[in-house]
């Protein structure tokens, strides 16, 4: 079984986030939730509710790591350009 849904996630910001998730169940019965857009960003739960909880939670677990990357990143990148 294959479902596709759409999930709003509210960011720490107060901003609402809507991504496309893929859920698939799995031959053990487990329901696998992926979230395309967000390159490893998978998770699981049996019975599909917990997937779905799952997965909210690993995007919002994601887009904090990449948050704080970003930051990190931007603050020790320097580069100097001759003109």
């Given at each position: 079984m294959r479902?596709?849904?759409?999930l709003a996630i509210i960011c720490s910001t107060g901003?609402?986030?809507?991504?496309?998730?893929?859920i698939e169940k799995d031959e053990t019965g487990y329901y696998?939730?992926?979230?395309?857009?967000?390159?490893g960003?998978?998770?699981?739960?049996?019975?599909?509710?917990?997937?779905r909880t799952n997965i909210r939670e690993a995007i919002a677990g994601w887009?904090?790591?990449?948050?704080r990357k970003a930051k990190q990143h931007h603050?020790?990148?320097?580069?100097?350009?001759a003109v």
């Open positions: 479902s596709i849904a759409n901003s609402i986030m809507k991504l496309r998730v893929i696998v939730a992926e979230a395309p857009a967000l390159p960003c998978v998770s699981q739960g049996k019975p599909l509710q917990e997937a887009v904090a790591v990449m948050n603050a020790h990148t320097t580069h100097e350009v």
